[in-house]
């Protein structure tokens, strides 16, 4: 087969997380910044692609860019990185299944949190603003799709970001699933497409884009603040308790395997 059952899935994923837990404090930093700069990297491509076609198109412009945006995941599970979403997922498991402390899993979130931040202001500034790949033409787009996910109001961003981590975390999941490397490009790419495409707020990609249009001279840093709070708990939300919990309620917990009863050979019957 090409692909693990959702029950050794399971069993991955608490390995992945255990080992993610115990990682160095500089391989988590490298990683993490590696990990908001390659998702930083997917939203530039999207901003670059979407950013200038016609607006009578309609939704098949958010589509379109939806379609390349999960480079920057793929970037990171296959090639190396650490992103707080995907991770919101792995630990919390471990921990479900008392592999790791409480404070191991806080350690992780926070050092992948603040290097995935820094991985995406860089880009952020770098790219979109000192090279100008978010401004110029592409400054409409930049505005309006910050604009629109700060004008999110607090308990909107927040299920918006559940909506968003669960099809990040089973993004992850799938990919954890596949055995061979064109699996794992797909088990990642589309729950990734569909999240954008439903246009869920991402905490990471929020980091990039919203900074991006704060660097063009819009918006402020109190915007970003409000905006990055409610989604990183909405993502919490999602990638811990409705892919993680569910999981590990559903294969470790609760998972029972019924016996088969033995077969006992039935008498002779004399003649």
């Given at each position: 087969m090409g692909y693990y059952?959702?029950?050794?899935?399971?069993?991955?994923?608490i390995k992945k997380g255990i080992e993610k837990a115990n990682s160095s404090f500089l391989t988590l930093a490298i990683l993490g910044f590696l990990g908001g700069a390659f998702i930083s990297l997917g939203y530039l491509l999207y901003i670059r692609v979407a950013g200038t076609m016609p607006h009578e198109w309609g939704s098949f412009v958010t589509f379109i860019g939806a379609c390349v945006f999960p480079v920057g995941l793929i970037c990171i599970l296959l090639g190396g990185g650490e992103l707080i979403t995907g991770n919101m997922m792995a630990v919390p498991i471990a921990w479900f299944d008392k592999k790791i402390?409480?404070?191991?899993?806080?350690?992780?979130?926070?050092?992948?949190?603040?290097?995935n931040m820094i991985g995406a202001m860089f880009v952020a500034f770098f790219f979109g603003h000192f090279v100008g790949l978010t401004e110029g033409d592409f400054l409409e787009k930049t505005l309006a799709t910050a604009g629109a996910k700060i004008h999110d109001p607090f308990w909107v961003a927040f299920v918006s970001g559940i909506g968003c981590?669960?099809?990040v975390g089973i993004a992850?999941?799938?990919?954890?699933?596949?055995?061979?490397?064109?699996?794992?490009?797909?088990?990642?790419?589309?729950?990734?497409m569909a999240f954008v495409a439903i246009g869920?707020?991402?905490?990471?990609?929020?980091?990039?884009?919203?900074?991006?249009?704060?660097?063009?001279g819009a918006y402020s840093w109190t915007d970003f603040w409000l905006n990055v709070i409610p989604v990183y708990l909405g993502n919490l939300v999602g990638g811990a308790i409705f892919v993680s919990?569910?999981?590990?309620?559903a294969y470790k917990k609760g998972?029972?395997?019924?016996?088969?009863?033995?077969?006992?050979?039935?008498?002779?019957?004399?003649?």
């Open positions: 059952s959702p029950k050794e899935v399971t069993d991955i994923t402390t409480f404070t191991q899993m806080l350690r992780n979130l926070a050092i992948v949190t603040i290097t981590n669960w099809f992850v999941w799938l990919c954890y699933a596949a055995k061979d490397f064109t699996g794992k490009i797909l088990g990642i790419w589309f729950p990734v869920f707020q991402h905490v990471v990609a929020n980091m990039f884009i919203i900074p991006a249009a704060i660097f063009a919990l569910f999981y590990y309620l998972y029972v395997t019924k016996e088969q009863p033995e077969k006992t050979e039935e008498p002779a019957h004399e003649l």
